[in-house]
């Protein structure tokens, strides 16, 4: 597809050394050095800290972010990115209160402002995603750590990453 790209700039507003990324890149900093500004020309991103896709998860969608606050980055450490396969719906994604997709579940086609008010806990430890994309936040409204969720099952929270079971909400990766 000519049309997902993502460009990194190493200074705030687009400016400094840049990077036109056009695919998932395991090691971006032989490019850019940091990055403080990025624009995203098409496709949906999972944009990490570190290289090989690990560290802080950000979410991307389309779009010009002219300071790593803009996309709630921690710093302006981006060191690798993917685009974001399936980023329309339908959605339909299973949480479960234990291990192993046991215990209690609830099921959800829709974004999830708060986990504790609408489910009366905040912890997910296992989940299905039977369709789409979605993203787990630390925190309710939508803020702190992400993590990505791809179609598949995941048994345990360490399986998309996360060291706690914590989930504060929960939002589908949509297109526009």
């Given at each position: ?36 500004s990025l624009k995203v020309e098409g496709g949906w991103w999972v ?44 959605y339909k994604l299973k949480l479960f209160n234990r291990p192993n ?36 936040f630390e925190h309710p409204n939508f803020s702190g750590r992400q ?30």
């Open positions: 597809n000519p049309f997902l790209q993502i460009v990194f700039y190493e200074d705030k507003d687009f400016k400094g050394r840049s990077y036109d990324c056009k695919g998932d890149s395991a090691d971006l900093h032989s490019y850019i050095r940091r990055c403080n944009v990490y800290e570190r290289n090989n896709y690990t560290g802080y998860q950000y979410v991307i969608g389309p779009g010009d972010y002219n300071g790593f606050q803009k996309w709630m980055g921690f710093n302006d450490c981006v060191r690798s990115c993917r685009i974001i396969k399936s980023a329309k719906g339908p997709f046991d215990g209690v579940s609830m099921e959800l086609s829709d974004n999830m402002k708060s986990v504790p008010e609408q489910w009366q806990r905040n912890e997910v430890l296992s989940c299905k995603v039977l369709a789409g994309s979605w993203v787990f993590f990505l969720l791809e179609k598949g099952d995941y048994r345990h929270h360490t399986e998309w990453g996360a060291l706690r079971s914590t989930v504060g909400s929960i939002q589908r990766v949509m297109q526009l």
